[in-house]
């Protein structure tokens, strides 16, 4: 048997009860915000039932509104989780910081970059024009060092001498040439300059034996080639002058042959006659 229900008694009141959506339009408070207060405040607020089915009696409004009003006035002091969230602002603002600084310094440099170009190139051409003068002060400032010694470079350009064929000069002639110092550090007197000069004069000495040497043996190879040439011509001449006979020879016995066939031919077509003797 099934049980009967309770019926309320004619006597009885029965209380009214809201939904959460309701409660939202009697009191003027969002639906995030009465969620809100309903997992942070349960203990206060008075309602019925659980879930989907929960409902909220009259004086559930005044501590929804009682509520509202604590929290408007707790605005702006910290939250519960107030620690954790200063603590990541605080780990958070060294790096927005220096993504500040970052930027700033990028739109700073994009300002001052045509400015920078501008101070480079005017460098570069002060550099150019300097280069040249520096060089000159340079290599007078070697030069008083230095006072009468000349570095290989020096000497080139004084004697016109290239400068590995000074470089060999030195290997084979070292003893002979006034120096100072070893290695790159080696400079030479001023009277090393005649040295080399010497050197050069005697190389191109040998040079000219070696090439007059050449020559004649040049020549005298041209004119034992020249006399073979003009004997074989000779051998060439008489042989063909005996072949040239020898050909006319020939020619005459062909002429002869063919005569006397001529000859032979016309004899034979010569009718023949026959005589017979009666006896």
């Keep these: ?24 339009q009697e009191v003027g408070i969002s639906m995030p915000t009465l969620q809100r207060y309903k997992k942070l405040y349960q203990g206060r607020i ?33 939250r519960k989780d107030a620690p954790a969230a200063a603590s990541t602002a605080k780990k958070a603002a060294p790096k927005k910081a220096a993504a500040k600084k970052t930027a700033a310094k990028k739109t700073v440099a994009k300002k001052a970059a045509p400015k920078r170009a501008a101070v480079k190139k005017a460098s570069t051409r002060k550099q150019a024009t300097k280069r040249p003068a520096a060089r000159k002060a340079r290599a007078s400032q070697s030069e008083k060092a230095t006072g009468s010694l000349l570095s290989l470079s020096q000497i080139e350009r004084l004697t016109g001498i290239s400068y590995p064929t000074l470089m060999r000069y030195v290997k084979r002639n070292l003893a002979q040439l006034p120096h100072v110092g070893e290695g790159r550090r080696r400079r030479y007197q001023r009277e090393a300059v005649a040295v080399f000069n010497e050197m050069r004069e005697q190389s191109t000495q040998g040079r000219r034996r070696v090439v007059a040497a050449g020559e004649k043996a040049a020549s005298a190879t041209r004119g034992a080639v020249g006399a073979a040439v003009g004997r074989t011509a000779e051998v060439s001449a008489k042989v063909s002058s005996e072949v040239g006979q020898r050909v006319l020879a020939l020619e005459k016995a ?20 026959v005589t017979i003797k009666r006896g």
């Design 254 to 273: 062909q002429v002869e042959i063919s005569t006397q066939i001529k000859s032979l031919i016309a004899e034979l077509r010569k009718p023949i006659k």
């Design 1 to 24: 048997m099934a049980k009967a229900k309770k019926r309320p008694q004619a006597g009885a009141k029965t209380r009214k009860l809201y939904t959460l959506t309701q409660v939202s």
């Design 46 to 78: 008075p309602s019925e039932g659980e879930g989907r089915k929960q409902r909220y009696p009259q004086e559930a409004l005044k501590v929804f509104e009682q509520l509202k009003v604590e929290n408007m006035a707790r605005r702006g002091r910290p």
